[in-house]
């Protein structure tokens, strides 16, 4: 079975890029800056950003191109019985992140409509966790499904079911050489209509007058780590499968320092618009900055909709506010899906229409948990589970089996023999010991936090039976589909170099 390349280095630049710029881009990057002292919260972002997300965004990129192979059969290809960790990856973001993912693309989808009649009426606040999720008291409470967010899925997964079908040259190409433009103009048009508002200097201020005495705190370093990890899609199996369709002659590291260049230049970007609009709030409601959002979350869902209310012309700033979340996030769920897609193709030798069509029908069962009333405690339980424990560990072990276990020199070498920007020893010290060390001192610090209190205050059984059974049973799902034999030849030709 011949395996699918992209058209051309744009396609697969833009297809990477929006697997990489989704929801956190616009609303949690800006939360931990708005959190962490406004423009020192850069400080560490960019260090994070140079000596870890680039230096593993490459090696996913090489490993995928020298391997020929989605992460299953890239690992297996590396080391045979390490094929599970691929597996694992590509499970939990299968049968984990994306089913929540889904449904706060849904939640944007269903704001994207009421922004044109301020639907949310006088108190944003209490009609989204109260009338719009009718958020249950505790997750055991599952309650009933709502209506308009069920609706709204219902239409998700049939975008992602409609460009997966048409494969990788004809679907993810091609709908990303559209969403990306679309998303940056809408960006853009958020960033130069904010900066007009009354107060939104007040805001500017705020993100780029650097509060220095925050960087001191650990907590700001783990979380701007833990940032660009999940920003750049690290440890999901994405950027592996996505350079495994690129063809022989690739330039690697320039193709990786652009997309992180570019998905961290849009978060800074998209950052001026939200702090516009929280300076404007602090201005028109007299309150301090510091007091106008309360949580990650309510940045977009409260915030956001408070704000357009009181904005002239805020009905259509809302709909392109929410419209370019929607764009974000189809953009990022269809290449979790593609993970798993092509790790099933690779394996089985599964017809791949057939393929996408179940596992879009599995996926949307999956998803309606998250459409309940208790869908928002059990999205908080799951999310908290899988990205800072489960990509973390991923992220750890990648590092060990392709450092420790591989010739990380053969690597190199395929690497600078194809790419502009060369590639020392000190590429090979950040991948065997120095990010492996952060990500572990993340783990640690979770660890501990978790150990000294639960989790956002969930009873013990609550994190025990939905978060740790959660990455349990999809690392139990990884080691049972690695134990079946493999259906095509692809994993007994070896790499590129």
């Known amino acids: 079975m011949k395996r699918e390349q992209w058209k051309s280095q744009l396609g697969f630049l833009l297809a990477?890029?929006?697997?990489?710029?989704?929801?956190?881009?616009?609303?949690?990057?800006?939360?931990?800056?708005?959190?962490?002292g406004g423009g020192a919260f850069l400080i560490p972002y960019i260090v994070a950003l140079l000596t870890a997300g680039i230096p593993l965004l490459i090696l996913e990129f090489a490993v995928g191109h020298e391997r020929?192979?989605?992460?299953?059969?890239?690992?297996?290809?590396?080391?045979?019985?390490?094929?599970?960790?691929?597996?694992?990856?590509?499970?939990?973001?299968?049968?984990?992140?994306?089913?929540?993912?889904?449904?706060?693309?849904?939640?944007?989808?269903?704001?994207?409509?009421?922004?044109?009649?301020?639907?949310?009426?006088?108190?944003?606040?209490?009609?989204?966790f109260e009338k719009f999720l009718a958020v249950s008291t505790s997750p055991a409470e599952i309650g009933n499904i709502r209506f308009s967010i069920l609706v709204g899925l219902v239409l998700v997964w049939f975008i992602n079911w409609v460009i997966l079908y048409r494969g990788v040259q004809k679907g993810i190409e091609l709908a990303n050489k559209i969403f990306m433009p679309l998303l940056f103009i809408l960006t853009a048009i958020l960033v130069f209509w904010s900066l007009s508002l009354d107060g939104a200097i007040l805001g500017i201020k705020a993100y780029l007058t650097p509060d220095f005495s925050k960087i001191t705190d650990p907590k700001v370093w783990i979380d701007a780590y833990s940032q660009i990890f999940f920003t750049l899609s690290l440890g999901f199996g994405i950027m592996i499968a996505y350079a495994s369709y690129l063809p022989a002659?690739?330039?690697?590291?320039?193709?990786?320092?652009?997309?992180?260049?570019?998905?961290?230049?849009?978060?800074?970007?998209?950052?001026f618009a939200v702090f516009s609009v929280l300076g404007f709030m602090s201005a028109s409601q007299a309150q301090p900055l510091s007091e106008v959002v309360s949580q990650s979350i309510g940045l977009a869902f409260v915030a956001y909709p408070k704000a357009i209310s009181l904005m002239p012309g805020g009905n259509?700033?809302?709909?392109?506010?929410?419209?370019?979340?929607?764009?974000?996030?189809?953009?990022?769920?269809?290449?979790?899906?593609?993970?798993f897609t092509s790790a099933m193709v690779d394996k089985f030798g599964v017809n791949r229409k057939t393929f996408v069509t179940v596992i879009s029908i599995l996926g949307f069962l999956g998803s309606i948990i998250f459409t309940t009333e208790a869908g928002l405690l059990w999205l908080d339980i799951v999310d908290h589970f899988l990205t800072h424990y489960g990509l973390v560990v991923v992220g750890i072990a990648e590092c060990i089996l392709v450092g420790w276990f591989f010739k990380l020199k053969i690597l190199r070498n395929h690497i600078n023999k194809i790419s502009s920007v060369k590639l020392g020893p000190w590429w090979d010290f950040l991948i065997k010991y120095f990010v492996p060390l952060v990500l572990g001192m993340i783990l640690i610090w979770d660890l501990y936090k978790e150990l000294k209190e639960p989790y956002g205050g969930y009873s013990w059984a609550a994190l025990l039976s939905i978060g740790i059974d959660w990455v349990l049973l999809t690392l139990i799902a990884a080691f049972a589909i690695a134990m079946r034999p493999w259906k095509t030849e692809h994993h007994k030709s070896g790499g590129r170099a």
């Open 316 to 339: 259509f700033f809302g709909a392109i506010f929410f419209l370019s979340l929607v764009v974000a996030g189809i953009s990022s769920s269809i290449s979790i899906i593609e993970a």
């Open 249 to 271: 002659k690739t330039n690697i590291t320039r193709n990786a320092l652009l997309i992180a260049f570019i998905n961290s230049g849009f978060s800074i970007f998209a950052g």
């Open 68 to 128: 020929i192979g989605s992460a299953p059969l890239a690992y297996a290809k590396i080391k045979k019985n390490w094929e599970w960790l691929g597996w694992w990856a590509v499970t939990f973001v299968m049968f984990g992140i994306v089913l929540y993912y889904v449904v706060i693309i849904s939640w944007c989808l269903n704001f994207f409509v009421l922004s044109f009649d301020l639907g949310w009426g006088s108190d944003p606040d209490s009609f989204f």
């Open 16 to 36: 990477a890029v929006g697997s990489a710029i989704g929801l956190g881009n616009i609303w949690r990057f800006s939360y931990m800056a708005y959190s962490y």
